[in-house]
């Protein structure tokens, strides 16, 4: 239901690679609620996407970027202002690839190089993003960013891997960034900790199916699905968030605040 809550407002989706992504049912919600974007994802990533359907959907452009790229960051963010006849309101951080996960290495044995990897896709490309979007003065007072993060940066599930410790980071460059963009021109920066979804990236996870199971019945409301995700993030590109930043939003219908429940115990 459109409700016009983003008219007039405009913003840079990353991470939007198929329908099971969240960053596309972002952009599918953002653009019924009346905003602007450009869509943007790695080169390679964008080859075995279906973005192009998406970016017809929404009337909107794609400007490829590597997000560990500094060189293509300042691209993309110059880019958008131009294609979008202005400064941004908001930008998803919809990133994470860890090569360690992918090659199911275990944690205490990890590649190194690969780590590094993992951190700079998932965690430091939202460092970049930032420095280049306040360098530019590329954001509107009052803009928003939020980026998808997960538990593991808090609590461990032993098959998530390195991409927890990327999590932590993401996490605590939302706040340092924040505190300093907050400041200087009252952008707002936080995360949304989903609960665990069907995704291309998820589905990657060793023990992806049975762990939904179980987040599911330890939910009292049941896993937030990835279009609820997706509402969310638009509530906090809107303006009736405007003084919520800095924070790691939980969205995993209860996980997070809960010890147990009646379903688990009787499983055992």
């Avoid at 690679?17 to 990533?45: C, D």
């Avoid at 990657?204 to 997706?230: H, R, W």
Wanted: contains cysteine; proline residues 2%.
């Amino acid at each position: 239901m459109s409700t016009d809550i983003l008219k007039g407002k405009k913003g840079i989706i990353f991470g939007a690679l198929n329908e099971m992504s969240i960053a596309w049912k972002v952009a599918q919600k953002a653009h019924e609620q009346g905003a602007q974007f450009v869509l943007t994802n790695a080169p390679i990533a964008m080859r075995m996407g279906e973005i192009n359907k998406l970016a017809e959907e929404t009337n909107s452009e794609i400007i490829p970027a590597d997000a560990t790229s500094v060189e293509d960051l300042e691209n993309l963010i110059t880019k958008a202002q131009e294609i979008l006849g202005g400064k941004l309101d908001f930008i998803l951080h919809s990133i994470g690839m860890s090569p360690n996960v992918r090659k199911k290495k275990h944690y205490t044995d990890i590649n190194y190089e690969w780590y590094k990897t993992t951190l700079d896709v998932s965690a430091t490309s939202l460092h970049k993003t930032l420095a280049i979007a306040k360098k530019q003065d590329a954001i509107n007072d009052w803009g928003s960013v939020v980026a998808l993060t997960y538990i593991a940066a808090q609590r461990i599930f032993p098959d998530y891997g390195d991409m927890a410790d990327a999590k932590s980071l993401l996490e605590s460059i939302t706040r340092s960034f924040g505190y300093h963009y907050g400041v200087d021109k009252k952008v707002r920066i936080n995360t949304i900790s989903q609960s665990p979804t069907v995704t291309t990236a998820g589905s990657g996870v060793g023990g992806f199916d049975k762990f939904i199971s179980y987040a599911e019945k330890m939910s009292p409301l049941g896993n937030a699905s990835a279009e609820a995700c997706a509402d969310y993030c638009i509530a906090m590109f809107s303006d009736l968030t405007k003084y919520v930043t800095m924070q790691n939003l939980y969205h995993d219908g209860g996980f997070s605040a809960t010890g147990v429940t009646n379903d688990i115990m009787d499983m055992m």
